[in-house]
């Protein structure tokens, strides 16, 4: 019985594993190259994630950037790039352990780590990768949530929290989105993108069940350095 029971925790632990690494969205290739090629971003390739800071000197402020569930960490390179060009935010994109980052129990110090110089981290994410965002915001700055929303309560922080979404999104739907907005402190800057769909948050081509986006790929990520760059300039909230 012991036996039969071990064999199938460990046919299901196979499983899973074999599932987090089977449909990952890719990076799409033209927008990732851009970015390669941009020499205003220096760009650090770390086992734990990616590092895209401002080619001329080290940023006071720093965002830690978790994947939405089984998208490839490289996917929001062409999404932050202004962010880190316009508005000189360090990005360190974390690679989560099997691609889902509710499968990652690093704290938020195994990413801000990559970047030393940094003094101001706001943490945030993708989708699931916001959801675990909400859970490491006690360790940082302020919170930044795309196309995401908390299943942590944080009404009672006075942490700084700005949330992007997307009219178009079939998956974080603006619904889903304000019902949960009672997780968020009262001050929280609620920002809804006309156009974006769920995918627009990052590079890595249509994705099931989303609705169509009707903003290109270049105007969501200037609209997104245009509200994190505000965000910062305002003191973070």
Not at 168 to 186: M, N, Q, V, W, Y
Request: charged letters at 20%.
């Amino acid at each position: 019985m012991l036996l039969c029971l071990g064999a199938l925790v460990v046919a299901a632990v196979v499983g899973v594993v074999v599932w987090t690494q089977v449909g990952v969205m890719a990076a799409e290739p033209e927008p990732l190259a851009a970015v390669r090629a941009d020499e205003r971003i220096s760009i650090t390739d770390d086992a734990a994630g990616i590092v895209l800071s401002p080619a001329d000197g080290p940023s006071d402020t720093g965002l830690v950037f978790i994947p939405g569930a089984k998208v490839d960490p490289w996917a929001y390179a062409a999404t932050l790039a202004d962010v880190v060009a316009e508005d000189g935010v360090t990005v360190v994109i974390t690679k989560p352990w099997l691609n889902l980052a509710f499968f990652d129990l690093r704290g938020l110090d195994a990413f801000t780590s990559l970047a030393p110089d940094v003094s101001t981290w706001i943490v945030g994410g993708h989708s699931l990768g916001g959801v675990r965002a909400c859970q490491l915001a006690a360790d940082a700055d302020a919170l930044a949530l795309f196309a995401s929303y908390c299943a942590t309560d944080l009404a009672a922080s006075d942490l700084a929290v700005v949330s992007l979404a997307g009219s178009e999104d079939g998956l974080s739907t603006p619904e889903k989105i304000a019902d949960a907005r009672h997780l968020l402190p009262a001050d929280a800057d609620m920002v809804e993108i006309d156009g974006a769909s769920h995918a627009s948050f990052g590079a890595y081509g249509p994705q099931a069940g989303d609705g169509t986006p009707t903003i290109t790929d270049d105007e969501m990520a200037a609209r997104i350095a245009d509200e994190l760059g505000a965000f910062v300039a305002q003191g973070l909230g």
